[in-house]
């Protein structure tokens, strides 16, 4: 009975690791291309524009998407159970937040593929410069109503990062080095750094920036599994001495 819960703590950090990796690997789908001085944001790429870019990874892309944020499910459950049992209220909206996440998680992936299939698709057919104006005002027209989707993520994860500061949930500090918010703050400023100390722009800064929530995620998850099997193990130990 000891250990029940941290062997449900693992087996919902390995499912959550399982979708983290499957939504990255969208990302990566979307992201892993010849990058060009000029190119800028997600989707005003001329390997997107010019056609060259194959429609068919925005479609495994949201398949992978459905798959993983289905999964995410479970990151949002062990980061729940995490957090100290006095503190219901908090866990209860950080819980809400959560599977508010997993619902449209893949609302977000999908149209971000939606961009690079409308740009690769009308590139060649009506000229870089109209499909990226095309573009452009799909993305205007939208933000106003995927951008307040992104609150409910930023505070699953943000509430999970105070409530760990100050020492209110199970993990001790030095698991600090794992959490998702410091991992996507690095895997995201990196390029931006390396951009600002005119290094010059390639493919990996496009892919450690755009995957950097679900991979910041896959950290975490795998890091609080391996964790979670230690302690198990120490307590076996302790019960048999």
Sequence with gaps: MKTEKPKKLIRWYILGAIGAVLMAAGDWLLSYIPLQQTDTGLFNRAYYLSGAYGLWRS????????????????????????????????????????????????????????????????????????????????????LPAILPLYLPMILVFGIHFVLFLTGKTRYPRWMLAFHPVMWNLLLAAVPDIAQAMQVPVATWMSVMSQSSTNSAIAIWCIAAAVYERKHIQKRSLKDEA
Excluded at 84 to 112: E, M, N, P, R, S
């Design 59 to 142: 479609v495994l892309a949201v398949g992978l998407g459905a798959i993983g944020g289905f999964l995410y499910y479970f990151v949002v459950k062990a980061l729940n159970a995490d957090i100290d049992a006095k503190y219901q209220k908090t866990k209860t909206i950080q819980f809400l937040c959560g599977i508010f996440t997993v619902a449209i998680a893949l609302t977000i992936h999908t149209w971000v593929a939606t961009m690079a299939w409308f740009a690769t698709y009308l590139g060649p057919r009506i000229g870089a410069e109209a499909a990226l104006a095309a573009v452009t005002t799909y993305q205007d027209a939208m």
